[in-house]
């Protein structure tokens, strides 16, 4: 049974919870204050825990630092009827402090909101942890999907992000964000990890290249791997004996990444950079960013989280960021990919603001091998016709995103909408 622990000082909205959870098979525990909340807490770990922000007295804030000291690993479902922003703020902290947010809801929290935010008991079928994890990698339970990036300018495909997934025998598919931080949390793990993920890319790139594509894939690397001084060796290695070089190689490391202990990534960057592979800072404007690292670190590349993309139309603020952060950019020479572009306007601004790449559902979702290569199949089709329509005058077709983004959904169906990292 799971074990729900609930901090509310509403008590209507305790019970409110505690008999919808109930309902759905949890063992519930209600407070209404933090000291009977951190009595259940240490009486009995919690699997998840509903948090209200607002308690009166104290606030939710405090009890999410508490939370983290105690190295908790449940799933935190967040309340607050202040506005979204404040909302979005807490969940971004708790995250920065490893704390795992399943989801926050704005008060009145609806039934149906809570029920989609608590994990269905029968969805709990097979464990995911370090253990299961081991052998589903040995297993070669991974497998790898590829989202295109296109280059703003012309909206030709210049490179490819692999993401792996973990296809569960039981059936299930389990999208990285759930498997991710296990892994995050054992080196030793993380280390091969990244190195199955390493070789099944370089696997594919035979069938990759051979569909004509020439740009560069990018794998994402974790902070754990730069712990160790050989890491750009047996990485380098790897992947040039399986054929795939590390010129054609992008890392994405998220600047915490870097961060963690800038001495030891300075070493271990520098000489991935001299191996010949490219350096791209992940989720850029999301960590705790410095911009002396930018200066310091051999980066080529940023890629603009997808949280201020998303926004830019809408908000004000979020494309002073996007703009900012495109003008230093190029100032330092760097290569920007806006990441999470979603629709046909989004990519027009972002073109106009000067970006240099563009990632996203609206240009395609991530795919597997069989439907990439059909994809730039039809790429290709696609520039082929463009020329000759340009040679006898005829009007060009605007968008890429006009083709590409419907009839590709590259089985990520279920992963897709349901988290927002
Ligand atoms: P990320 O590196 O920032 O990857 C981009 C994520 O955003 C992917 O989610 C992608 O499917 C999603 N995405 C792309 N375009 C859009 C869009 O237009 N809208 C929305 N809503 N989402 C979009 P995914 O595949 O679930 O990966 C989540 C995270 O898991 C990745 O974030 C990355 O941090 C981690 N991850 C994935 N593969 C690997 C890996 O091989 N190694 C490591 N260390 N981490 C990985
Ligand atoms: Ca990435
Ligand atoms: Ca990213």
């Known amino acids: 049974m799971r074990n729900l622990l609930v901090l509310d000082d509403d008590e209507l909205v305790g019970a409110f919870v505690r008999r919808l959870a109930a309902e759905m098979g949890y063992a519930v525990r ?33 009890v999410l630092r508490f939370l983290s000291a105690q190295g908790c690993r449940a799933r935190i479902i967040l309340l607050s009827g202040t506005d979204n922003r404040t909302l979005d703020a807490a969940r971004a902290f708790a995250e920065n402090v490893g704390l795992n947010v399943g989801a926050a809801l704005s008060k009145p929290v609806r039934a149906a909101a809570l029920r989609g935010a608590l994990t269905p008991i029968e969805a709990e079928a097979a464990a995911i942890n370090a253990e299961a994890l081991a052998a589903g990698i040995r ?7 590829y989202q295109p990036i296109i280059t703003c300018a012309n909206g030709k495909l210049s490179g490819l992000e692999a993401l792996v997934r973990w296809q569960r025998p039981e059936g299930g598919r389990v999208p990285p964000d759930q498997f991710i931080p296990i892994a995050e949390a054992e080196p030793e793990l993380m280390d091969e ?3 199955a993920i390493a070789g099944h890319a370089a696997q594919d790139w035979h069938v990759i290249s051979k569909s004509g594509f020439t740009g560069h894939v990018a794998l994402n690397i974790s902070a754990q791997n730069l712990r160790r001084l050989d890491f750009p060796e047996r990485f380098a290695s790897l992947i040039q004996e399986r054929g795939l070089p590390a010129e054609q190689v992008t890392l994405e490391l998220t600047e915490t990444a ?10 271990v960057l520098v000489r991935l950079r001299l191996r010949g592979f490219t350096l ?32 830019i139309l809408a908000s004000h603020d979020a494309m002073a960021i996007v703009k900012a952060v495109l003008a230093m950019a190029q100032n330092m020479g760097l290569n920007t990919v ?16 000067g970006a240099t790449c563009a990632q996203g559902y609206g240009i ?20 082929a016709t463009l020329a000759s ?23 990520a169906g279920v992963s897709n909408n349901k988290h927002t990292h």
Do not use: C
């Not at 806006?338 to 603001?353: C, F, H, N, P, S």
């Not at 060009?396 to 089985?411: E, K, T, V, Y």
């Open 389 to 411: 329509a340009k040679t006898q005058g005829r009007t060009q077709p605007a968008m890429p995103l006009a083709r590409s983004g419907a009839g590709h959904d590259g089985g």
């Open 364 to 383: 395609s979702r991530p795919l597997a091998l069989p439907k990439l290569v059909e994809w730039i199949g039809a790429q290709a089709v696609n520039d």
């Open 258 to 267: 870097a961060m963690t202990d800038p001495l030891v990534s300075l070493d």
């Open 139 to 145: 297993n070669g339970e991974l497998v790898l999907e």
């Open 338 to 353: 806006a990441e999470g572009v979603e629709d046909a306007q989004i990519l027009t601004t972002l073109t106009d603001a």
């Open 280 to 311: 791209a800072v992940d989720d850029f404007g999301t960590g705790y960013s410095s911009l002396s690292m930018l200066r310091r670190l051999p980066y080529s590349e940023l890629k603009i989280d997808r949280s201020f993309v998303k926004d």
């Open 193 to 195: 990890l990244t190195f």
């Open 30 to 62: 209600t407070s209404t204050t933090v000291e009977a909340f951190r009595a259940h807490f240490w009486a009995q770990t919690p699997d998840e825990i509903v948090l209200d922000l607002w308690l009166g007295q104290s606030d939710g804030i405090e």
